[in-house]
């Protein structure tokens, strides 16, 4: 476009013409003031006066004709877009929020397909800095997925932006926003468009809540401590016009060993539409346990999705509960026993067993006991109490225990661990091959009538590749090195079973399919760990030659690993596993695996990850990945998972097992209270400059005007410099001559 207009010189500043036209002014004001004192004789002199000023302002301005070819550029307008999970909500007319936003962002760009029309630049936010909005295809597509709205975090990446500032910013969302938070004052809300410093549009994809009962948020007082009773705090609430005045609300664990337990239930009594309940529950066990809240299902509510809330707590132990039973006062027993008794952090329940019911004492039970064994209340009243039971040299036929084998089948599938430590009763001498307590133990066990149940020949044990990798073996290794003391003698254990890894072998002795036999070895069971160990003569960790040189603490080393990894110590666990950003029912996610760096043909083999529903409806999903010879970590893509609880074991080329459980919701945090909030959007725009609209009256929205931008520009003097200054210097003249001939100085 092709523009002409009247100008001033080019070489003239902005300011230099202002003070010209002021000065200007000022002289045709005082001019003014001093005809009007003189009367009618001052017209001529006000008349050249007027015309000299004229003259003098355009001999310093120097008019010129100014021929331009400008270009209207659109101005750029930001179409923040949200892909939280709780655009996947029903909308007011049914339909998921995310297609109302989506036909909102076209009708804003068919505003700007105008030459003159703005320039929009459609970006999704949800959690960080906001990005291009993906393809829209279904309630939980690519455009509805963040776990978060953080709008705070869009807006302050646009204004660090290094691109071109926007003249204006909307914001198209359903007004559940994380930020701001809930405090909707102007200082807050205008806070979050300060550093922009230009208006915030907003449009409400819905202002009408679904049909909907929901827990809207359980939160815990505290950290949750094996066998200590914690208090929960369950928010509920109804809306969009459903009838609820109470809820039932239920506490039950997720468990693989049966069905959920019940943990506490309660009823909620709402009012205004929302309650709470307390409710207190006790996880028995330590690590990660996943807890379903649930409410009882309510006639017409449109989203039962967020009808319960699965929740995983990092279960942490005060103290380490041991129950430590014995089957005679040998030097390893006391040394171990001495050992559990000086950790503060275990607390340790010892029986040792003095005598047999075979021998003849010429004395009744209640005048040798000096505490009976309560063998009944031990395992299976109290079994369940315990973090670990060590059964250390024990015979399980005299004492009547072998009844009680199938209860600490059970304990430990249940998530318990047992050690085993051997012994002239221990292991096959023991009686326990063939019980089911063998079934979960890491080693097979023969039959005593085809082969010796101890090999009584002195050896020092050898480590196996995976001893010297394991990190539960670590702090043994950093105390003692390589060296291992000499034992005397060991248990006769048969090959590893599957899901077992052996740490010391034997140097000698075979099993019978010509492997070397395993001395200590470690096994997952179930939800718990077993640990098999063949020798009596761990205390020659602390006092022999080498329990000298290393100020004996070679044994108290060996036993923290070995009980820390029944603890499952994140220190000593093999791999560290977590599934980034969490899982979302129906959606894929990626699991990491952090596995310590490793050398050799290990190094180099591929680990298995194993996905089980802890419910154990679905078949086990089984993925491989190659292992890297670095400490990087390995991502593992998991396919669109239902809601539930899961498990995921990671085994290596070893046989080294790692558990992480987790939990996958629908919609989570996002679905948790459905309804939308459009008084928060209308006071963001009012604190920000900017205008509220609907989905109905989008087109009502102000855009800025665009910004004229000259291509090609043209300057032509109206009149050379010496003509305009000749011009005045003659009417200035003529001016003094009129004020003298009036009396005028």
Same mark, same amino acid.
């Not at 007082?221 to 609300?249: F, N, Q, S, Y």
């Not at 995983?312 to 509960?321: D, G, L, Q």
């Not at 091959?433 to 097979?444: E, R």
């Not at 959606?587 to 050799?600: F, I, K, Y």
């Given at each position: 476009?092709?523009?002409?207009?009247?100008?001033?010189?080019?070489?003239?500043?902005?300011?230099?013409?202002?003070?010209?036209?002021?000065?200007?002014?000022?002289?045709?004001?005082? =001019? !003014?003031?001093? %005809?009007? +004192?003189?009367? &009618?004789? $001052?017209?001529?002199?006000?008349?050249? #006066?007027?015309?000299? @000023? /004229?003259? =003098? !302002?355009?001999? %310093?301005? +120097?008019?010129? &004709?100014? $021929?331009?070819?400008?270009?209207?550029? #659109?101005?750029?307008? @930001? /179409?923040?877009?949200?892909?939280?999970?709780?655009?996947?909500?029903?909308?007011?007319?049914?339909?998921?929020?995310?297609?109302?936003?989506?036909?909102?962002?076209?009708?804003?760009?068919?505003?700007?397909?105008?030459?003159?029309?703005?320039?929009?630049?459609?970006?999704?936010?949800?959690?960080?800095?906001?990005?291009?909005?993906?393809?829209?295809?279904?309630?939980?597509?690519?455009?509805?997925?963040?776990?978060?709205?953080?709008?705070?975090?869009?807006?302050?990446?646009?204004?660090?932006?290094?691109?071109?500032?926007?003249?204006?910013?909307?914001?198209?969302?359903?007004?559940?926003?994380?930020?701001?938070?809930?405090?909707?004052?102007?200082?807050?809300?205008?806070?979050?468009?300060?550093?922009?410093?230009?208006?915030?549009?907003?449009?409400?994809?819905?202002?009408?809540?679904?049909?909907?009962?929901?827990?809207?948020?359980?939160?815990?007082?505290?950290?949750?401590?094996?066998?200590?009773?914690?208090?929960?705090?369950?928010?509920?609430?109804?809306?969009?016009?459903?009838?609820?005045?109470?809820?039932?609300?239920?506490?039950?664990?997720?468990?693989?060993?049966?069905?959920?337990?019940?943990?506490?239930?309660?009823?909620?009594?709402?009012?205004?539409?929302?309650?709470?309940?307390?409710?207190?529950?006790?996880?028995?066990?330590?690590?990660?346990?996943?807890?379903?809240?649930?409410?009882?299902?309510?006639?017409?509510?449109?989203?039962?999705?967020?009808?319960?809330?699965?929740?995983?707590?990092?279960?942490?132990?005060?103290?380490?509960?041991?129950?430590?039973?014995?089957?005679?006062?040998?030097?390893?027993?006391?040394?171990?026993?001495?050992?559990?008794?000086?950790?503060?952090?275990?607390?340790?329940?010892?029986?040792?067993?003095?005598?047999?019911?075979?021998?003849?004492?010429?004395?009744?039970?209640?005048?040798?006991?000096?505490?009976?064994?309560?063998?009944?209340?031990?395992?299976?009243?109290?079994?369940?109490?315990?973090?670990?039971?060590?059964?250390?040299?024990?015979?399980?036929?005299?004492?009547?225990?072998?009844?009680?084998?199938?209860?600490?089948?059970?304990?430990?599938?249940?998530?318990?661990?047992?050690?085993?430590?051997?012994?002239?009763?221990?292991?096959?001498?023991?009686?326990?091959?063939?019980?089911?307590?063998?079934?979960?133990?890491?080693?097979?066990?023969?039959?005593?009538?085809?082969?010796?149940?101890?090999?009584?020949?002195?050896?020092?044990?050898?480590?196996?590749?995976?001893?010297?990798?394991?990190?539960?073996?670590?702090?043994?290794?950093?105390?003692?090195?390589?060296?291992?003391?000499?034992?005397?003698?060991?248990?006769?254990?048969?090959?590893?079973?599957?899901?077992?890894?052996?740490?010391?072998?034997?140097?000698?002795?075979?099993?019978?399919?010509?492997?070397?036999?395993?001395?200590?070895?470690?096994?997952?069971?179930?939800?718990?760990?077993?640990?098999?160990?063949?020798?009596?003569?761990?205390?020659?960790?602390?006092?022999?030659?080498?329990?000298?040189?290393?100020?004996?603490?070679?044994?108290?080393?060996?036993?923290?690993?070995?009980?820390?990894?029944?603890?499952?110590?994140?220190?000593?666990?093999?791999?560290?596993?977590?599934?980034?950003?969490?899982?979302?029912?129906?959606?894929?996610?990626?699991?990491?695996?952090?596995?310590?760096?490793?050398?050799?043909?290990?190094?180099?083999?591929?680990?298995?990850?194993?996905?089980?529903?802890?419910?154990?409806?679905?078949?086990?999903?089984?993925?491989?990945?190659?292992?890297?010879?670095?400490?990087?970590?390995?991502?593992?893509?998991?396919?669109?998972?239902?809601?539930?609880?899961?498990?995921?074991?990671?085994?290596?080329?070893?046989?080294?097992?790692?558990?992480?459980?987790?939990?996958?919701?629908?919609?989570?945090?996002?679905?948790?209270?459905?309804?939308?909030?459009?008084?928060?959007?209308?006071?963001?725009?009012?604190?920000?400059?900017?205008?509220?609209?609907?989905?109905?009256?989008?087109?009502?929205?102000?855009?800025?005007?665009?910004?004229?931008?000259?291509?090609?520009?043209?300057?032509?003097?109206?009149?050379?410099?010496?003509?305009?200054?000749?011009?005045?210097?003659?009417?200035?003249?003529?001016?003094?001559?009129?004020?003298?001939?009036?009396?005028?100085?």
């Amino acid at each position: 476009m092709l523009s002409t207009h009247l100008g001033t010189s080019a070489d003239l500043p902005p300011w230099g013409v202002a003070v010209a036209v002021a000065l200007a002014v000022a002289s045709l004001s005082l =001019l !003014l003031v001093e %005809v009007r +004192r003189e009367g &009618r004789g $001052a017209i001529g002199v006000g008349v050249t #006066g007027l015309l000299a @000023v /004229v003259a =003098l !302002l355009a001999a %310093v301005l +120097r008019p010129a &004709r100014v $021929a331009a070819r400008e270009t209207a550029v #659109g101005a750029r307008v @930001v /179409v923040l877009a949200d892909t939280s999970r709780s655009m996947a909500l029903p909308g007011d007319d049914g339909r998921p929020r995310s297609e109302t936003r989506d036909a909102i962002i076209a009708g804003l760009t068919k505003r700007g397909a105008d030459p003159d029309g703005a320039r929009f630049v459609v970006l999704g936010f949800g959690e960080g800095a906001p990005a291009p909005l993906p393809e829209h295809g279904s309630n939980n597509d690519a455009s509805a997925r963040a776990a978060h709205s953080d709008l705070g975090a869009a807006l302050r990446a646009i204004a660090a932006s290094a691109e071109e500032r926007p003249a204006a910013v909307v914001v198209v969302s359903d007004g559940r926003l994380d930020d701001p938070a809930e405090d909707v004052s102007a200082a807050a809300l205008h806070a979050v468009g300060a550093s922009l410093h230009v208006p915030i549009d907003t449009v409400a994809t819905t202002r009408r809540a679904p049909a909907d009962a929901s827990i809207r948020r359980v939160s815990a007082a505290g950290a949750a401590v094996a066998h200590v009773p914690l208090p929960l705090r369950v928010d509920v609430g109804c809306a969009g016009g459903l009838a609820c005045d109470e809820l039932t609300v239920t506490a039950h664990e997720l468990r693989d060993d049966g069905p959920p337990a019940l943990l506490a239930s309660g009823v909620a009594h709402l009012e205004d539409g929302k309650g709470t309940l307390d409710l207190t529950i006790t996880l028995e066990r330590a690590g990660s346990r996943i807890v379903e809240i649930a409410i009882a299902p309510q006639q017409g509510d449109a989203v039962p999705a967020n009808d319960r809330r699965l929740v995983t707590f990092e279960v942490a132990r005060e103290r380490v509960r041991v129950l430590h039973v014995a089957g005679r006062p040998t030097n390893d027993v006391r040394a171990l026993r001495q050992w559990l008794k000086s950790d503060a952090s275990v607390d340790v329940v010892a029986f040792f067993i003095l005598r047999t019911p075979t021998n003849d004492v010429h004395a009744s039970t209640n005048d040798l006991a000096l505490i009976p064994f309560p063998v009944d209340e031990l395992f299976r009243d109290r079994l369940p109490s315990f973090d670990a039971v060590v059964l250390q040299d024990f015979d399980a036929q005299p004492y009547g225990l072998e009844k009680y084998l199938d209860d600490l089948r059970h304990y430990v599938h249940g998530g318990g661990g047992l050690v085993m430590v051997g012994g002239q009763k221990s292991f096959v001498a023991g009686g326990y091959a063939g019980t089911p307590l063998a079934d979960v133990l890491p080693v097979q066990l023969g039959d005593s009538s085809d082969a010796p149940s101890a090999d009584t020949s002195p050896f020092v044990p050898d480590w196996t590749a995976a001893g010297h990798a394991a990190p539960l073996l670590a702090p043994l290794r950093a105390a003692v090195g390589d060296e291992l003391p000499e034992m005397p003698g060991a248990n006769v254990l048969g090959d590893v079973r599957r899901g077992g890894v052996a740490l010391w072998s034997h140097p000698s002795r075979r099993t019978r399919s010509g492997a070397k036999m395993p001395v200590l070895a470690i096994g997952d069971e179930g939800d718990g760990r077993t640990i098999a160990l063949g020798v009596d003569g761990t205390w020659e960790l602390q006092f022999s030659e080498l329990g000298a040189r290393t100020a004996g603490r070679g044994h108290g080393a060996l036993w923290s690993g070995l009980l820390g990894w029944l603890m499952r110590d994140p220190r000593f666990e093999p791999a560290q596993l977590d599934v980034v950003g969490g899982c979302t029912a129906g959606l894929p996610s990626t699991l990491r695996a952090r596995l310590p760096p490793d050398s050799g043909a290990a190094a180099s083999s591929m680990v298995r990850l194993e996905i089980t529903r802890i419910d154990g409806q679905h078949a086990p999903l089984r993925l491989e990945a190659a292992r890297p010879r670095d400490a990087e970590p390995i991502d593992l893509p998991l396919p669109a998972l239902e809601t539930g609880a899961y498990s995921a074991r990671l085994s290596a080329a070893d046989g080294s097992t790692t558990r992480h459980d987790f939990a996958c919701e629908a919609g989570g945090d996002e679905w948790a209270d459905t309804r939308p909030d459009a008084k928060r959007l209308e006071a963001l725009a009012a604190a920000t400059g900017g205008a509220f609209a609907t989905a109905a009256d989008v087109t009502s929205l102000r855009l800025p005007k665009p910004t004229t931008v000259s291509a090609e520009r043209h300057v032509t003097p109206v009149a050379p410099p010496w003509v305009w200054t000749l011009t005045a210097a003659a009417l200035l003249g003529i001016h003094w001559i009129a004020r003298r001939r009036n009396g005028l100085s």
